[in-house]
T-cell receptor, first 109, second 113 residues
Framework: AQRVTQPEKLLSVFKGAPVELKCNYSYSGSPELFWYVQYSRQRLQLLLRHISRESIKGFTADLNKGETSFHLKKPFAQEEDSAMYYCALNTGTASKLTFGTGTRLQVTL | KAGVTQTPRYLIKTRGQQVTLSCSPISGHRSVSWYQQTPGQGLQFLFEYFSETQRNKGNFPGRFSGRQFSNSRSEMNVSTLELGDSALYLC????????????FGAGSRLTVL
């Protein structure tokens, strides 16, 4: 069965420091991976997907099939990046996502 | 463009009762998915409906059911409520074909006493 692991419940960094939110997945086929973000008092929303290979709000994520990882990175953290981040895996054509348990990113001054 | 609308936003029920939650997707979206979010289990997939048919189902007991109407609006029902059903129930819509990008609603927070 597919699984998504986010090993850190909380990641606290200083403003301007690099950020890396870890995500590992288990799936034997071709995965489709996403990062969703939930800011305080806002809805869960898509941040980026691996197929797009784009940078959103300075964040990037590269799919590493060898290491079965999809880590989220940003070179310089901003206060507004403080939020809950979820890594998610889709293994089919339907909208059935397997979510990780989430990592709370706290950016402090 | 209106987002995904879920009603009611909050509700309190007692054990043994049943509840119906409603979700109106983004206009033009044909797929509606439901997720349960709890502090202990995180986000778990309940089911997905596409063109009024259940296309996928998660590992939840039969007390959890849903349906989709011809206008793509969806409802989910939980019968014989248990304390453990207390959760935030999230609805998400997507076009249904091609990109699997979900747009989530604000959720319905159910408390079972």
């Amino acid at each position: 069965a597919q699984r998504v692991t986010q090993p850190e419940k909380l990641l606290s960094v200083f403003k301007g420091a690099p950020v890396e939110l870890k995500c590992n997945y288990s799936y034997s086929g071709s995965p489709e991976l996403f990062w969703y973000v939930q800011y305080s008092r806002q809805r869960l929303q898509l941040l980026l997907r691996h197929i797009s290979r784009e940078s959103i709000k300075g964040f990037t994520a590269d799919l590493n099939k060898g290491e079965t990882s999809f880590h989220l990175k940003k070179p310089f953290a901003q206060e507004e990046d403080s939020a809950m981040y979820y890594c998610a895996l889709n293994t089919g054509t339907a909208s059935k996502l397997t979510f990780g348990t989430g990592t709370r990113l706290q950016v402090t001054l | 463009k209106a987002g995904v609308t879920q009603t009611p936003r909050y509700l309190i029920k007692t054990r043994g009762q049943q509840v119906t939650l409603s979700c109106s997707p983004i206009s033009g979206h044909r797929s509606v998915s439901w997720y349960q979010q709890t502090p202990g289990q995180g986000l778990q997939f309940l089911f997905e409906y596409f063109s009024e048919t259940q296309r996928n189902k998660g590992n939840f007991p039969g007390r959890f059911s849903g349906r989709q109407f011809s206008n793509s609006r969806s409802e989910m029902n939980v019968s014989t409520l248990e304390l453990g059903d207390s959760a935030l129930y999230l609805c998400a819509s997507s076009p249904g074909s091609g990109a699997n990008v979900l747009t989530f609603g604000a959720g319905s927070r159910l408390t079972v006493l």
